[in-house]
């Protein structure tokens, strides 16, 4: 009798490893180079020029006047990178942190520069006027 090809196919995967990752057994699938996971803000870099808050599709920026910076919740966030290619000053970087899970919608992880960060930099921006 003739095996069915399909069955040929069958029987020899059958005797091959298994192809899955099984995370989190393991660590996950490097992420490949120019992956866009989350948005990270390098504070001291930023000029205030609300340019990514215009070019943010995503409403993710609000701009804090007393302080010349903008803040970031990230819930919100499309990964889709427009808010760092026009950031003329690099404040601005895709990391390749994916694993953003969480059962806090405001968790500390998806927002950057929290109450108590703008309070200390206003104090010393006022500081040294
Ligand atoms: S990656 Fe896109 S959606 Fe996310 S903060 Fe930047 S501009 Fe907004
Ligand atoms: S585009 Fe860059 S420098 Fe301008 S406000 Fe945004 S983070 Fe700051």
């Known amino acids: 009798m003739k095996i069915p090809p399909t069955l040929s196919v069958v029987l020899s995967n059958l005797l091959k490893k298994p192809a ?6 393991t660590d996950p699938v490097p992420t490949p180079e120019g992956f866009r996971g989350k948005v990270v803000y390098h504070v001291d870099k930023c000029i205030g020029c609300k340019l990514c808050v215009t070019v943010c ?6 701009y804090v ?3 010349k910076k903008v803040t970031l919740w990230l819930g919100r966030c499309v990964f889709c990178q427009q808010c760092v290619d026009v950031c003329p000053t690099n404040a601005l970087e895709m990391s390749n942190e994916f694993l953003l899970a969480t059962y806090d919608k405001y968790d500390d992880n998806l927002r950057w520069l929290k109450d108590e960060e703008i309070e200390e930099l206003r104090a010393k921006q006022g ?3």
Request: net charge negative.
């Open 20 to 25: 899955t990752n099984p995370f989190p057994h």
């Open 127 to 129: 500081g040294k006027t």
């Open 57 to 62: 599709p995503a409403g993710v920026f609000e």
């Open 65 to 67: 006047e007393e302080i």
